[in-house]
């Protein structure tokens, strides 16, 4: 303020046109000074070291209202097109007709499994769902890329995988599921995260809501191999032979412990699976 007294100051000794115009642009410059840190003006959120986002709506503080991450801060989900509302009810089916599967991996990505169960898929030119912990995610994004890059799909498999989820405040449901999107989304690049599969199958009519809203089709499981538990390659293969009738969606895990039963059945029963006539496919998002 005390330059702008002074610049008026001097303008009483200019002559009157060159007063009048001088002061003019005083004005105008406070004018627009004035409007650049407004509170809640994206110059104000970018002065107090908020960035503002185009599209991205402004929080309380006038800076891009964001989700909680793992660490406490705010994370603001990759700049791509948010997808599309899907239907809330539980998939099962396969995209394509006639007998088809879709094998689905859970708990992942983890450093030493992923790989080997990828190498798997690839071996028989089999893409799967894999259900990712938000965490696990965040911290192997380079598995996460390398999951999008060989043609699979991601699921969101919540923060904490807590198979009583469904018994808790729908706040706490929906933390779980977004926080656990946007560290897939953020580790993947932006990838499309197409299904969410609540742990133990604890979905709610909310969560379940919430999660079709974000384009996150609900994803159950017809064939649980119980490969979780580890009781032998032959027996996680011989579950997949007799309970294939059940359904066409195969669960296995990648993560959660030593997974060498589940690589070595895996292989196995993606052998004996394509000996029977079935082709293999996504489930249903739409």
């Known amino acids: 303020m005390t ?22 642009a005083v004005i105008a410059v406070a004018a627009v000074t004035t409007a650049l840190v407004a509170p809640g003006s ?24 964001g989700r909680p991450t793992a660490s406490g801060g705010s994370a603001h989900a990759p700049a791509h097109p948010a997808a599309p509302p899907v239907p809330d009810t539980i998939v099962h089916a396969a995209e394509i007709s006639g007998p088809a599967v879709n094998i689905t991996i859970d708990d992942g990505p983890d450093p030493v499994w992923t790989p080997k169960v990828l190498a798997v ?31 699979h799909r991601l699921c969101d498999h919540t923060v904490h995988h807590d198979t009583g989820m469904d018994h808790k405040p729908f706040a706490y449901q929906k933390s779980e599921i977004m926080d656990a999107l946007q560290m897939i989304e953020t580790a993947s690049g932006g990838a499309r995260v197409s299904y969410y599969r609540a742990p133990g199958g604890a979905f709610t009519p909310a ?21 979780f538990d580890r009781p032998g390659t032959q027996v996680i293969v011989n579950t997949v032979k007799s309970e294939i009738h059940n359904g066409p969606t195969i669960l296995f895990h990648d993560g959660g412990g030593q997974r060498a039963q589940t690589v070595a059945a895996l292989d196995q029963a993606l052998t004996w699976i394509k000996g029977q006539g079935y082709a293999f496919s996504f489930p249903k998002v739409d």
Do not use: Y
């Open 3 to 24: 330059g702008r007294r002074g610049m008026l100051a001097r303008l009483r000794s200019a002559p009157q046109w060159t007063a009048a115009a001088a002061a003019f």
């Open 42 to 65: 994206p110059a104000a959120a970018a002065h107090a070291g908020v960035p503002h986002l185009p599209g991205v709506p402004a929080g309380k503080d006038g800076g891009p209202s």
């Open 121 to 151: 898929l690839r071996k028989h030119h089999v893409h799967a769902v894999f259900c990712m912990i938000g965490p696990q995610a965040a911290a192997h994004p380079d598995l996460v890329r390398q999951v999008v890059a060989e043609g």
């Open 207 to 227: 969560s379940r809501a919430l999660a079709a809203q974000h384009g996150m089709r609900p994803l159950g499981w017809n064939v649980d191999t119980k490969d």
